[in-house]
């Protein structure tokens, strides 16, 4: 499996309460992303990072903010959580080259807003 | 932007017969299209990928086609296992340097035995 972690695999948190999940890779991938995958919607981009404190808005990105400060971390903060934002997070890397690869995914996160 | 759709939603089949699962895509620049398998509980893993300039690819029991000119592709499972039991999501590639993927919906495969 590529070297990508998730933190933490499970949440729960209070409506209004901020929340930050983390993304680790080991292999100095470029692209970074977050998706969240809800049932019938399929996977979802929400941000993604091509670079060091390089990053761009997806489909549903509102709600949401990342920030990527080193080359191995990317983290999404959800700044008041929302019974709506309760989904399975997945975080996703990607090489660049001159050939498109595939994206490798994290584990996901588990998040219920209550 | 890049709109993807998937069919069926819901799929069972019998212990040996093929699986057809299809997409379709919005974006004539789209040039890449992988497949992923997601397991219960798991992470989506690709399984195989075909590039714009290749019709067909097979890789033992999976095999992909690609048609540009109506902009959609297939996804080809023959000889289904239980194993195959699973979502599958197609997508495609989207942006100047087709770094990000828009994936369909989903289906979910049953393989009944």
């Known amino acids: 499996d590529a070297g990508i972690t998730q933190s933490p695999r499970h949440k729960v948190t209070e409506t209004g309460t901020p929340v930050t999940l983390r993304c680790h890779q080991t292999e100095n991938h470029r692209y970074m992303y977050w998706y969240r995958q809800d049932p019938g919607h399929g996977l979802r981009l929400i941000h993604y990072?091509?670079?060091?404190?390089?990053?761009d808005k997806g489909e549903v990105s509102d709600g949401y903010s990342v920030s990527r400060s080193k080359t191995e971390d990317f983290l999404l903060t959800l700044e008041s959580a929302t019974s709506s934002q309760t989904s399975v997070y997945f975080c996703?890397?990607?090489?660049?080259?001159?050939?498109?690869?595939?994206?490798?995914f994290g584990q996901g996160t588990r998040l219920t807003v209550v | 932007g890049e709109n993807v759709e998937q069919h069926p939603s819901t799929l069972s089949v019998q212990e040996g017969d093929s699986a057809v699962i299809k997409c379709t895509y919005s974006d004539s620049a789209s040039n890449y299209f992988p497949w992923y398998k997601q397991e219960l509980g798991k992470r989506p893993q690709l399984i195989i990928d075909?590039?714009?300039?290749?019709g067909e690819k097979k890789d033992q029991r999976i095999a992909v086609t690609l048609n540009k000119t109506a902009k959609h592709f297939s996804l080809h499972i023959t000889e289904t296992q239980p194993e195959d039991s699973a979502v599958y999501f197609c997508?495609?590639?989207?942006?100047?340097?087709?770094?990000?993927?828009?994936f369909g919906p989903g289906t979910r495969l049953s393989v009944l035995p």
């Open positions: 075909i590039r714009s300039n290749v």
């Open positions: 990072s091509y670079g060091v404190k390089d990053t």
């Open positions: 997508a495609a590639s989207e942006g100047n340097y087709g770094q990000n993927f828009v």
């Open positions: 996703a890397i990607k090489g660049a080259g001159q050939d498109i690869t595939e994206a490798f």
